[in-house]
């Protein structure tokens, strides 16, 4: 016999649970969320082709979408996958009995939030309820389950829309936005930088125009050096990040230094293009129009989204040189000497630099000292961590550390582990300085540049870009021995 569904989801487009009902008791709410987790990091693949995903602990959904909602169930038994998709769809057919159309309009309009049990149950639950009995299919028949409910649901009126072909409509952003003075507030750009998407744009009403757009070029990259100052391992991962305030159906277009691109219009690109390799984009994007003469042409969702993840693999270059110089006394004492400089020109600024310089486990009595920022011992971590909050271009500065290490040794103790220098940075608004080495620890590469931005909407109002270029550390690392 076929295992049984633990419980229904109806979702948004957006995933937010509209209606869910628990059958067996054994998963929660959410479980919706990690479902559509689950979906938005296999986008783009063949798997995601599939309508069974699966989250690695130990529950599996399976899903269809009609119009602007997900209809899935989130099951731990090995269910029949086949019959689970049958159903999925006759219970879209009851909800179009009902309700006329199944969207989340219609969803909204014919539930309540059952607080009490006594309480009035909505068209929604009575159908869930006659339909599944503890996670198996019952009665899938309109006709059938119209004797048994006779709730007088509200109908969605429905009419007659023109193809999208000619009206422009996308599935991604709904018709009829609109953005008008003193109805939002407005969003400006300040030189506030985290690792949270958008959190360096604050709040504010000093512009009249609220059509705006907000691009970040988002780049990390990791690298590993061994102890011969030789790069092992080098991958630079970049995002485009947009969140955008556009009324109607815009069309955006964008630019960027893609050696393609300018070397079919004949442009010189020596020193100024790069070439992206695994790039992905947002299902917004016409990839035809990208294949044909490499623009990116597309109409935004609504708010925020992940344009275009992309990888680069050409030739890079240092920002930050470390050195680590250690000494050990007697088997007594341990010293550390660490010089971090800064290799780009003095009006960009590293930001939150954090230099982590593995120690012996048993080493006691730190004594540090820092000619900026500050330094302290992390035993949980077997590490000195030095932190510096600014760290302008062009500049150098020292750590000094000492620990005691045991007088005895076992003979029988672990052997040392060769941990790694680790390093995290970000660096706002930054450009390639041109400045080489042979000893280096963070890299990075010529950046993604964003040559235009255009909006363009038939009724002709003036949207305002903001873009922003941010480069992170991602895993860095620098051998020692």
Request: some cysteine; overall charge neutral.
């Amino acid at each position: 016999m076929a295992g049984a569904v633990s419980a229904l989801f109806l979702l948004d487009i957006k995933g937010r649970v509209l209606v869910w009902r628990d059958y067996r008791g054994d998963v929660t709410a959410l479980q919706a969320e990690r479902f559509f987790t689950k979906l938005l990091d296999k986008e783009g693949d063949a798997e995601v082709h599939s309508p069974v995903v699966h989250d690695g602990a130990g529950v599996s959904y399976t899903f269809i979408q009609h119009n602007n909602v997900f209809l899935l169930t989130a099951a731990r038994q090995n269910c029949n996958a086949a019959s689970i998709l049958l159903f999925l769809h006759r219970l879209v057919d009851v909800f179009k009995h009902y309700f006329e159309e199944l969207e989340e309009e219609s969803l909204r309009d014919n539930f309540v939030v059952v607080g009490l049990m006594d309480a009035l149950c909505s068209a929604q639950y009575e159908l869930l309820d006659e339909m599944m009995d503890f996670g198996y299919p019952q009665y899938t028949e309109a006709t059938i389950l119209s004797e048994f409910i006779k709730t007088d649901a509200y109908r969605m009126e429905v009419t007659q829309r023109p193809p999208m072909a000619v009206t422009n409509a996308v599935s991604w952003r709904s018709e009829g936005i609109r953005y008008k003075k003193n109805e939002v507030r407005y969003i400006i750009p300040l030189p506030l930088f985290t690792l949270v998407h958008f959190d360096g744009y604050v709040m504010g009403k000093l512009l009249t125009c609220v059509s705006q757009v907000f691009l970040d070029v988002v780049e990390s990259v990791n690298i590993l050096v061994n102890s011969n100052g030789q790069i092992v391992r080098s991958d630079i991962i970049g995002a485009l990040k947009m969140r955008t305030f556009l009324s109607g159906m815009p069309e955006c277009k964008l630019g960027l230094n893609d050696r393609v691109l300018l070397e079919a219009q004949g442009r010189a690109t020596k020193g100024k293009a790069i070439d992206l390799d695994d790039i992905k984009f947002h299902q917004c994007v016409r990839l035809t129009r990208f294949e044909n003469d490499r623009t990116i042409s597309f109409v935004p969702p609504d708010g925020a989204f992940d344009l275009m993840t992309y990888r680069l693999t050409t030739q890079v270059k240092p920002l930050i040189w470390v050195e680590a110089q250690v000494e050990k006394h007697s088997r007594s004492r341990i010293e550390i000497m660490v010089k971090a400089r800064s290799q780009f020109k003095e009006r960009s600024t590293g930001t939150n630099v954090e230099i982590e310089v593995p120690v012996p486990y048993d080493a006691t009595n730190p004594n540090i000292r820092t000619s900026m920022g500050s330094a302290a011992y992390a035993p949980e971590r077997d590490a000195m961590v030095w932190k510096i909050k600014s760290f302008p271009g062009g500049k150098e500065y020292m750590c000094r550390a000492e620990f005691s290490l045991p007088s005895i040794t076992s003979e029988e103790a672990t052997p040392e582990k060769k941990t790694p220098i680790r390093v995290k940075f970000e660096i706002p608004y930054f450009t390639v300085s041109g400045i080489q080495s042979c000893i280096l620890l963070i890299y990075h590469v010529i950046p993604l540049q964003v040559r235009y931005l255009k909006v363009i909407e038939k009724s002709g109002y003036q949207a305002l870009p903001w873009v922003r270029y941010i480069t992170m550390a991602g895993e860095y690392e620098l051998r020692l021995i």
